[in-house]
């Protein structure tokens, strides 16, 4: 196994490759380690000439192995994309990263997962909001994973308001492992370690640029159900990251704000051209999301009839969730969406199931 992570990690490390053309790569050569016995020839298909040029194997696999070192003494877990226990939801997105570093315990595939960013010049009121939020999430018995970026601001009071309130939180970082930033951020990064977990793309020898941050925001988004935007600027990270989000067809939900705030006017926006739903309570999440709080012993029962296997592989899905997304039904029942939609449409029809905002669907009835 410690060759194939080698590997794994020493492929992330190609100049050049990202997830996108590392998935591409393993299509081509079955492995990791293959594209590394590679005739460079071969790899001309996939690579541009530069990344060809700065491919200097023996290099790279120092590194990797440098990486592998650091992995081991520090119990850092690491996700390749093809792992069982990579996160299904980023899964679905095409520019997710072919390997997680991860620190911590939490599970990254939980039922429930909300990401929470905004400015890092929160007011008062935006860090009051954020505060309440997490906290009526609790009152209202609800456990989701909160995701943020551990940067000043709301998504750091994302973070240790969820620690207070006893969920689990997810630091998706800019910078590897081995590095804190913001550095003030490092007893706050210490204490997710143990309740939630730590979380980055990058490897330890990665220079800390602008670019990264940039990049990470995609893993936020990507985590997540729904991303939550608390207090944004006409521009920003937060905006990034909403926008990622809705290009993976999630759900984006933003608080109002005052207005002529100038840390309103992003939400505003958002909700203004419909980008983003109105979220003022955690009822307004429970309707978007269709998060009950009901225990689904007490639900009726439904009689189905007349249904073809592939519509029984989806309702026996759906029985066991509150909703799901297309995205995650067409994967979990092995049905292609230029397919799926046709079921779907069928099932709706027949009133055995219903479509809900988001592009998700649940049992009618339930």
Same mark, same amino acid.
């Given at each position: 196994?410690?060759?194939? #992570?080698?590997?794994?990690?020493?492929?992330?490390?190609?100049?050049?490759?990202?997830?996108?053309?590392?998935?591409?790569?393993?299509?081509?050569?079955?492995?990791?380690?293959?594209?590394?016995?590679?005739?460079?020839? &071969?790899?001309? =298909?996939?690579?541009?000439? =530069?990344?060809?040029?700065?491919f200097d194997k023996d290099r790279?696999?120092?590194? %990797?192995? &440098?990486?592998?070192?650091?992995?081991?003494?520090? *119990?850092?877990?690491?996700?390749?994309?093809?792992?069982d226990d990579y996160p299904l939801?980023? &899964?679905?997105?095409?520019?997710?990263?072919?390997?997680?570093?991860?620190?911590?315990? $939490?599970?990254?595939? +939980?039922?429930?997962?909300?990401?929470?960013?905004?400015?890092?010049?929160?007011?008062?009121?935006?860090?009051?909001?954020?505060? @309440?939020?997490?906290?009526?999430? $609790?009152?209202?018995?609800?456990?989701?994973?909160?995701?943020?970026?551990?940067?000043?601001?709301?998504?750091?009071?994302?973070?240790?308001?969820? #620690?207070?309130?006893?969920?689990?939180?997810?630091?998706?970082?800019?910078?590897?492992? =081995? @590095?804190?930033?913001?550095?003030?951020?490092?007893?706050?990064?210490?204490?997710?370690?143990?309740?939630?977990?730590?979380?980055?793309?990058? %490897?330890?020898?990665?220079?800390?640029?602008?670019?990264?941050?940039?990049?990470?925001?995609?893993?936020?988004?990507?985590?997540?159900? $729904?991303?939550?935007? /608390?207090?944004?600027?006409?521009?920003?990270? %937060?905006?990034?990251?909403?926008?990622?989000?809705?290009?993976?067809?999630?759900?984006?939900? %933003?608080?109002?704000?005052? /207005?002529?705030?100038?840390?309103?006017?992003?939400? =505003? +926006?958002?909700? @203004?051209?419909?980008?983003?739903?109105?979220?003022?309570?955690?009822?307004?999440?429970?309707?978007?999301?269709?998060?009950?709080?009901?225990?689904?012993?007490?639900?009726?029962?439904?009689?189905?009839?007349?249904?073809?296997?592939?519509?029984?592989?989806?309702? +026996?899905?759906? &029985? +066991?969730?509150?909703?799901?997304?297309?995205?995650?039904?067409?994967?979990?029942?092995?049905?292609?969406?230029?397919?799926?939609?046709?079921? #779907?449409? *069928?099932?709706?029809?027949?009133?055995?199931?219903?479509?809900?905002?988001?592009?998700?669907?649940?049992?009618?009835?339930?």
């Open positions: 196994m410690s060759d194939d #992570l080698l590997y794994r990690i020493a492929l992330t490390m190609i100049p050049g490759v990202g997830g996108i053309t590392a998935k591409k790569l393993m299509a081509a050569f079955g492995s990791p380690q293959a594209v590394f016995e590679a005739p460079r020839t &071969k790899l001309e =298909n996939i690579l541009n000439v =530069n990344s060809i040029r700065s790279i696999l120092m590194q %990797a192995k &440098k990486e592998l070192e650091f992995v081991k003494s520090n *119990n850092v877990k690491t996700l390749f994309y093809t792992d939801k980023l &899964k679905l997105c095409d520019d997710a990263p072919a390997v997680l570093f991860v620190k911590g315990t $939490v599970n990254l595939n +939980n039922h429930k997962i909300i990401s929470i960013v905004g400015t890092r010049n929160a007011s008062n009121y935006g860090l009051s909001l954020c505060k @309440k939020f997490i906290a009526d999430l $609790v009152a209202k018995g609800h456990r989701p994973v909160i995701v943020s970026g551990l940067a000043y601001g709301i998504d750091v009071c994302a973070h240790t308001s969820a #620690l207070s309130c006893g969920l689990d939180t997810v630091a998706v970082m800019g910078t590897p492992l =081995n @590095k804190v930033y913001p550095a003030p951020h490092e007893n706050i990064a210490r204490q997710i370690e143990k309740q939630g977990a730590l979380v980055s793309e990058f %490897a330890t020898n990665t220079a800390t640029t602008q670019g990264n941050f940039v990049s990470r925001n995609r893993i936020i988004a990507g985590l997540a159900d $729904v991303t939550i935007i /608390v207090e944004s600027s006409k521009k920003g990270g %937060a905006l990034l990251t909403a926008n990622m989000a809705l290009s993976y067809n999630r759900d984006v939900m %933003a608080f109002p704000g005052r /207005v002529g705030d100038e840390h309103s006017q992003g939400c =505003n +926006n958002l909700i @203004k051209s419909n980008r983003a739903a109105l979220l003022e309570s955690v009822e307004d999440l429970e309707y978007q999301m269709n998060w009950s709080t009901k225990s689904r012993s007490v639900q009726k029962q439904i009689e189905f009839v007349n249904l073809t296997e592939p519509e029984q592989d989806i309702l +026996n899905l759906l &029985k +066991n969730r509150e909703s799901e997304t297309v995205d995650v039904i067409s994967r979990e029942v092995d049905i292609p969406l230029s397919e799926l939609s046709a079921f #779907l449409l *069928n099932m709706e029809f027949a009133e055995y199931i219903t479509a809900l905002p988001g592009n998700r669907y649940a049992i009618k009835g339930l």
